[in-house]
């Protein structure tokens, strides 16, 4: 038994380093050949030698490894920047990172670090990323759409290594997701812009035709004066937009038209920034009384998905009202060919075929005076939905009342409510008022004061008014009584006289003309 066990032991022993020794000499000679191809092949024989050995190996290798270049020629790999972004998520196991902040900009973006792996799983299956940076010279590289490309000293790239059996998931199902979970992350450490045009520059490059600020506007559904039931409206349209997905799909419209309508004063624009925190949509405020017709269609073009186009105080745009004026302004020897904005070309601009590039877009118009708006505006289709903005409601006040006070009930609340009911005051008058103190007793009593003051004026306004129409009646029946003609013959002195005796007042029953 001890002598099988020896045996055994001696056998073992022998071959392990017989395993050793052949590893060993393997070792050596792989050393003195890759000497021998350094010092004897130019450089470019020996990566064509490596490059053939690494494809045989490959070949019985059953992994597979994915190039995603940042460029797919002048254009941004849409892949590269989504696996970037879903990546940042990722990098917190990783032991380098690349962290930065933008101007402006609030939150911190962090990356992947050059050639660091990031192992993600998905439904069960791993995949290893790489970022792979490459040195090179920075004059070699130019891109029109890469603002940084002259100084760039480096190409990037990610390696994506699975297994080979799992390529259709890869396509069919990994890539969608993280394009997917990279619009959600854009959209969470998204700071809001409000863009306007930059006329200096925007006959340049079309990346340069809007200048953005950050727009930190308070104004939430939960804090906007309006009344209840139209917000509920208004929340229940959005939903169908934020839902994601169905703009592509084909179920819904790429994008919504709304019109607001109401007197100044009464929230318009605070909508507009509820709408956008609400959305987490960019704001393009758009004048159209400036930019010439033709550029229409590069802004249009240089706005980007997921964002609310503005045009305010649509009524006061030349030329939108009258479209017998067109053939005036498509006459190329006006001066005015080259200011006015025709109504075919903002019809063109709202729904044309230029309009549909893009996704997920929402186009605001305001007015204060919807009767203005020619007809073709107003359908389905351009304008989908009329949020008439009206005078303050004590709904509305409650809303103020908490947000400006603190509070959301006092004793002088039904006194100011029943004011409210009968007098028009806009929700912007109303937050004046009640911003003038920090204690919420003196500021209610001015804002009664207040509305007590504009009732009166408007009981007096309403009055004059109406004295006014009575007047202008009398003079019109008045009018209408000198234009009918005598019956019984022509009107000659005689007829004048016996007029102005009919003006004179009637005599006494039993005197007549006729008694001495």
Known sequence: MNNAINFFSETKLASAKTVFSTAASLLATAMVF?????????????QIFCSGIRRLFNRFSPQMT??????????????????????????????????SRPAKERKF???????????????????????????????????????????????????????????????????PYILKESVSLIQEKKTLKLFTVDFEKMFGKMTDAWSSISLDHPSTFDTIAMDSELKSKILEDLKGLSGGGLLQEGRKAWKRGYLLYGPPGTGKSSLIAAIANYLNFDIYDLELTEPVQLELRRLLLATANRSILVVEDIDCTIQLQDRSAESQVMNPRSFQFEKQVTLSGLLNFIDGLWSSCGDERIIIFTTNHKDRLDPALLRPGRMDMHIHMSYCTPYGFKILAANYLGIINHYLFSYIENLIQTTEVTPAEVAEHLLQSDEPEKALRDLIKFLEVKKEEARVQKEKEELEEEEEEEEEEEEEEEAKPEKGGSVGENDEVMMMTKRMPQPSLGFTLGDG
């Not at 890759?34 to 470019?44: A, N």
């Not at 439904?123 to 029109?144: A, E, H, M, Q």
């Open 34 to 46: 890759r000497s021998v191809l350094q010092d004897f092949l130019p450089y470019e024989a020996q």
């Open 66 to 99: 994915m190039v995603i270049d940042e460029f797919d020629g002048i254009a941004y790999n849409q892949i590269f920047e989504a696996a970037e972004t879903y990546l940042g998520s990722k990098v917190y196991s990783s032991q380098r990172l690349r962290v």
């Open 109 to 175: 973006n962090i990356n992947v670090e050059r050639d660091q792996e990031i192992v993600d799983v998905f439904r069960g299956v791993k995949f290893r990323w790489l970022l792979i940076c490459i040195k090179t010279d920075s004059r070699s590289i130019y891109n029109p759409r890469d603002f940084n490309s002259t100084i760039r000293s480096e190409v990037r790239s990610f390696e994506l290594s699975f297994h080979k059996k799992h390529l259709d998931m890869v396509l069919n199902s990994y890539f």
